[in-house]
Each structure stands twice: as structure tokens, then as C-alpha cells.
């Protein structure tokens, strides 16, 4: 359980968030709205420690955070990739050869997201969409326990989100727990609101 108490995050000597007491549980996946500027993807590095400028507490399995960040993966808008290597090869860059147990969870997850015929293309002909497939496939494989999703929204259509959705839902059988933000609301699905400055459970 990811537990987040008496959290308020600054850009400079500013308050931009506020989270009083707020719990993810681990295997779940939960969406975060916001507008931009809200402090959504600075909430996600402060759980990674990439963002210092917070006061409150957060804690992972009764612990603080920060010894569990290794074990932690933010996807962002960034998705840099080498090029002149294919989908496949992009994923080996941080897991290695991969095992045959990998391989075949990695083409059941091509299969669900619809990107087969892509698996053998070189990056450097792969949309936007099909780079963030790449990741979440390699991130599912490396199964961290907590995996941050910054702007969701950016990369997929409703119908590439519900593909997605099915991907996510073997990374939470295994216990990951998976938050994810974005600009523009998710139908039936468990998600916070960010308004004024404060994060809330959304009322659905």
C-alpha cells in the first residue's frame, strides 16, 4: 500500500498540491486528472525522488518511499529510444536476452495492443503510440513495484486505452500497482481529481 499524508508540494515557495491523507492499494490501478500546471507529473517524481521540493509523508509497505525507489518506474512524455534498433531490441536495452517466459508474455501483450507486425520495425518509424506500447510492454516485463504513467491521455485514443487497460490488468494480478495521469476524464475507472490545489476521490 502506497500511503501519501500531510503532503504539500511547492514550486518555489509556492503550495501547487495538497493531498491530506490519501491510500493506493497495491494491484490496483487509479487515474489522476488534472489540467496542466496542476502538479500531476511533479506528484509522480516526488514519489520517484526526482522532485525534492515537498513536505508530508509517503510511505510503500510501511516504509518510506525512498527505500523502495528502485523498485519504482515513471513513464513521461520523453520515451527516448535508439533508432536504429526495433521494438524488440528497445525492450532487451534494460532487460537483456530475453527468457522464454518473457518472450511469450511480450507477444501476448503485442497481441492484445494490436502491434505484431510492428514488433521487427525500427524505432525510428514507430509513432508516438507505438513507442509508449514499447515501454509499457518493457515495463511490464520488468514488473517494478509501483509503475507511474505521466499524461496518458497524450499517446492513446479511447480504443488503444481499453487495450492498454487489458495489459494493465496482468501487470496488477501480479501485485503492481499502477497510477497513471492525464488532462481529460476516464470513464469507470477508480481516479482522483486534482481542483484548486487539492487531490480528491472522484465521486463517479
Known amino acids: 500500500m502506497l500511503k501519501i499524508e500531510k503532503y504539500r508540494l511547492y514550486t518555489s515557495n509556492k503550495i501547487v498540491l495538497a493531498i491530506d491523507d490519501l491510500t493506493f492499494e497495491q494491484g490496483t490501478f487509479s487515474y489522476i486528472q488534472g489540467h496542466n500546471s496542476s502538479g500531476k507529473s511533479l506528484f509522480l517524481k516526488s514519489l520517484t525522488g526526482q522532485y525534492k521540493n515537498f513536505k508530508g509523508e509517503i510511505s510503500f509497505r510501511n516504509q518510506r518511499i525512498s527505500n523502495h ?55 525510428e518509424f514507430s509513432s508516438r503510440s507505438e513507442k509508449m506500447f514499447m515501454y509499457l510492454i518493457r515495463a511490464a516485463l520488468l514488473s517494478p513495484s509501483i509503475l507511474l504513467i505521466d499524461d496518458i491521455d497524450d499517446f492513446f485514443d479511447f480504443d488503444n486505452f481499453v487495450k492498454v487497460y ?39
Open 69 to 123: 525507489q528502485n523498485h519504482i518506474l515513471l513513464i513521461n512524455n520523453e520515451l527516448p529510444v535508439i533508432k536504429n534498433l526495433d521494438f524488440v531490441e528497445n525492450i532487451q536495452l534494460s532487460i537483456g536476452k530475453l527468457g522464454s517466459t518473457q518472450k511469450n508474455r511480450l507477444i501476448d501483450m503485442a497481441t492484445t495492443l494490436g502491434i505484431m507486425d510492428s514488433l521487427t520495425n525500427k524505432m
Open 166 to 204: 487489458n495489459v494493465f490488468s496482468s501487470c496488477m494480478k501480479s501485485g503492481i500497482l499502477i497510477i497513471s495521469t492525464g488532462k481529460s476524464q476516464v470513464e469507470n475507472t477508480p481516479s482522483y481529481v486534482i481542483k484548486t490545489g487539492n487531490m480528491t476521490k472522484n465521486v463517479v
